[in-house]
């Protein structure tokens, strides 16, 4: 019986599994470093794309128990002028919603799930890889390292099949690149966390706004009950006076303090962004990173999926978006063809082109471009968005951005290329 071994218990490596399981595969390994999985992180949005995908592997329901459809997307200038407001998911066309999740809860739905299907057992938490090399037969050989309490264990393995999910310092995309370096940083930061709210001092719509050098991103992600709110933030400033790379921890704790200053007085559709953040849970700092596109994610029986294989910038709703779509991919690509080293270049043929594009788009802004159009062209403000920029060049922004990810209404509402295949074997 053919293994499957995924590095990573995140987005992209339990939809893998849960995939590569619909589709036939019953031996599947998902060794996550961490002890367990927990409900960390903030807010993000999964496009209409990726939802039809989660459909498909029958985790919907359960995941919108803990979501909020999305069903507007507002740009705003920093001077409170409406850049343009566009209807989302079921309001735009689209056959799925779109949703805005907190990370925890997507990783707990999927890992519930995994578990269920799987077996407990399928997903082993407290594992790090330490090494991988390929083996003459072009099957990888795995090095772990098991951590149980104060004791240590080392272990070697020989999976057929390797998928490396194990984030943006990948230990599998290391060994593949060796030499590469660190993610580049592009000297801004990233400010996020999650704020509880009530549901009168906060939209049900999700906005983005600022000029071409601070933004703020606000959107509600669940709805506890008791008249309240989770919402989601994330902010964006250059790191004024700092290195060319960034040092330290990448999830740092700081007080809202640092960085409230820089946002007081911006408040758009009636929402208030120092009052979200003064309600904040917690606030952390992260350098604004991606990684540089790869000629090749796969070697023999080794590849890669979500951000190991393509860590983008945050923009767009396309990190966990495309992370989801990967693991259907791989897992369709492992049903047509019987060789593991076909199935992975299939894979990769249909991915990594259309993500090496989009993580290029992201550098320059995505969609979210028009805020900087608007602040360039406008920086005072402006009354009718449309003397700045006409209607026609925001309708071309936001339709070439959506047919570079695939997530455009007509070619998501033809469903999901990867159906529901049966194994053929390997």
């Known amino acids: 019986m053919t293994h499957i071994m995924i590095t990573g218990g995140g987005i992209a490596g339990l939809t893998a599994a849960l995939a590569l399981h619909a589709a036939g595969f019953e031996r599947i390994t998902v060794v996550e470093t961490a002890r367990e999985i927990q409900p960390v992180g903030a807010g993000l949005n999964i496009m209409p794309n990726a939802v039809r995908e989660l459909d ?22 920093r001077s409170g002028g409406l850049i ?23 990783q707990l739905t999927l890992a519930e799930a995994v578990r269920a299907r799987l077996g407990k057992s399928a997903l082993v938490s407290g594992v790090r890889v330490t090494g991988v090399e390929a083996l003459p037969s072009r099957r990888p050989r795995i090095q772990l390292e098991h951590r149980d309490g104060g004791r240590r264990g080392r272990a070697s393995l020989e999976p057929d099949v390797l998928i490396g ?8 995309r290391a060994a593949l690149n060796p030499g590469e370096g660190e993610p580049p940083w592009n000297g801004l930061l990233i400010w996020r966390g999650v704020s509880r709210m009530p549901a009168s001092r906060i939209g049900t719509f999700m906005f983005i706004a600022g000029d071409d050098r601070q933004k703020a991103v606000v959107y509600p992600i669940h709805e ?5 709110v989770l919402v989601n933030w994330a ?27 820089h946002f007081e007085g911006w408040e758009f559709g009636g929402v208030s962004v120092p009052e979200v953040l003064r309600a904040a849970e917690a606030a952390f700092e992260y350098p604004m990173v991606d990684r540089d596109p790869l000629p090749c994610w796969s070697r023999g029986r080794t590849t890669l999926i979500g951000d190991a294989a393509h860590a983008m910038y945050p923009v767009g709703s396309n990190g966990a978006t495309q992370s989801i779509v ?16 076909e199935a992975l270049a299939a894979y990769e043929g249909e991915r990594r082109p259309a993500m090496t594009e989009l993580q290029r788009s992201n550098r320059q802004l995505g969609p979210e471009v ?15 968005i449309h003397e700045v920029i006409p209607a026609a060049e925001l ?18 509402n033809q469903g999901s290329p990867y159906g529901r295949a049966v194994r053929r074997g390997l």
């Open 56 to 77: 498909a592997l029958g985790v919907l329901d359960r995941l919108e128990e803990r979501a909020v459809r999305t069903r507007e997307l507002r740009y705003y200038h």
């Open 84 to 106: 343009s407001r566009e209807p989302r998911g079921l309001g735009a066309g689209y056959h799925w919603p779109q949703l805005s999740v907190h990370r925890g809860d997507l």
């Open 165 to 172: 999910a194990d984030g943006i310092r990948s230990t599998v």
């Open 224 to 228: 506890p009950g008791g008249g309240e």
């Open 235 to 261: 902010l964006v400033m250059p790191a004024e006076g700092a290195d060319a790379t960034f040092r330290g921890d990448w999830n740092r704790p700081v007080p809202v303090t640092k960085f409230l200053g």
């Open 326 to 341: 990967d693991g259907r991919a791989l897992a369709h690509a492992m049903t047509r063809y019987p060789d593991p080293v």
């Open 370 to 384: 028009v805020i900087s159009l608007a602040h360039q062209r406008a920086p005072r403000g402006f009354t009718d």
């Open 395 to 412: 309708a071309e922004i936001a339709s070439r951005y959506a047919a570079t990810g695939a997530f455009d209404p007509e070619t998501v």
